[in-house]
């Protein structure tokens, strides 16, 4: 087995091996993971995060050892705090990095960070306040940065930078925690899915206070949420079908 660790600020993650194959996620500086098959130019991956899969470029990652991998795997929560953040190396070529980036491997890459990091799980309260760092950041199927992303990544990566763990994709996530039975029994923090016609878990958002849900639509987004759904507070119109809410933390 092999194993390999995220060098760059933001890298796409392929469905398959190929420049112009659909980008599935994101890996962010940082992120490591086990290389499941390797080629000329691509490697199979699976992120210890979240068990995800995908191809990325050979050219965008480094090569380290299990007991780095292992190491790592192991190691404390230390997450880049602030929406862009950089890295310099040992000749002050600067990187830069987006919010969440994980920093254990900076003396694996002989990297050097002067900026604020996340060292500890926060309170339930701080995920309404992270979420509003991505308010606004246009929808991106596969992303997980302010500059791009998507529903699934967006509750993702506001729960990492809070100390929690959730799965990569919405119907996986929809498979975490402790389902409640009326919106009225949420808290700001949990989550709401949406299925479609076919009955598919195919979104999520984050519910606020007053009956509120941010989510991931076109862009980053406040929206109302009632027991059909979301109702677009522009449109005038319900967008999406509610399927469950749930409790993580």
């Given at each position: 087995?092999?194993?390999?660790?995220?060098?760059?600020?933001?890298?796409?993650?392929?469905?398959?091996?190929?420049?112009?194959?659909?980008?599935?996620?994101?890996?962010?500086?940082?992120?490591?993971?086990?290389?499941?098959?390797?080629?000329?130019?691509?490697?199979?991956?699976?992120?210890?995060?979240?068990?995800?899969?995908?191809?990325?470029?050979?050219?965008?990652?480094?090569?380290?050892?299990?007991?780095?991998?292992?190491?790592?795997?192991?190691?404390?929560?230390?997450?880049?705090?602030?929406?862009?953040?950089?890295?310099?190396?040992?000749?002050?070529?600067?990187?830069?990095?987006?919010?969440?980036?994980d920093l254990n491997g900076l003396d694996l890459l002989h990297?050097?960070?002067?900026?604020?990091?996340?060292?500890?799980?926060?309170?339930?309260?701080?995920?309404?306040?992270?979420?509003?760092?991505?308010?606004?950041?246009?929808?991106?199927?596969?992303?997980?940065?302010?500059?791009?992303i998507d529903c699934s990544g967006f509750t993702q990566m506001v729960y990492k930078i809070n100390g929690y763990k959730l799965l990569r994709d919405a119907s996986e996530q929809a498979t975490q925690g402790e389902a409640l039975s009326f919106i009225e029994e949420s808290e700001p923090g949990d989550l709401a899915f949406f299925d479609n016609a076919e009955g598919h878990i195919t979104h999520v958002g984050i519910i606020m206070e007053d009956n509120y849900i941010i989510h991931a639509h076109g862009k980053v987004r406040i929206d109302r949420l009632d027991h059909s759904g979301i109702y677009n507070i522009d449109k005038n119109v319900h967008t999406h079908k509610l399927r469950v809410i749930k409790k993580i933390v």
């Open positions: 087995m092999q194993y390999g660790i995220c060098n760059l600020g933001i890298v796409p993650i392929r469905l398959e091996p190929s420049d112009t194959s659909e980008m599935v996620t994101q890996a962010l500086y940082g992120d490591y993971f086990k290389v499941l098959e390797q080629r000329k130019k691509w490697s199979r991956i699976r992120f210890a995060f979240d068990k995800y899969e995908g191809w990325i470029d050979n050219k965008q990652y480094l090569e380290i050892e299990e007991f780095n991998y292992n190491d790592l795997n192991q190691s404390d929560i230390n997450l880049s705090k602030d929406l862009i953040e950089f890295v310099s190396d040992t000749s002050n070529n600067l990187y830069p990095i987006p919010v969440g980036s990297h050097n960070f002067d900026g604020s990091a996340v060292t500890s799980k926060s309170d339930k309260g701080n995920i309404i306040k992270s979420a509003f760092l991505f308010l606004n950041a246009p929808y991106l199927w596969g992303g997980k940065t302010p500059f791009g």
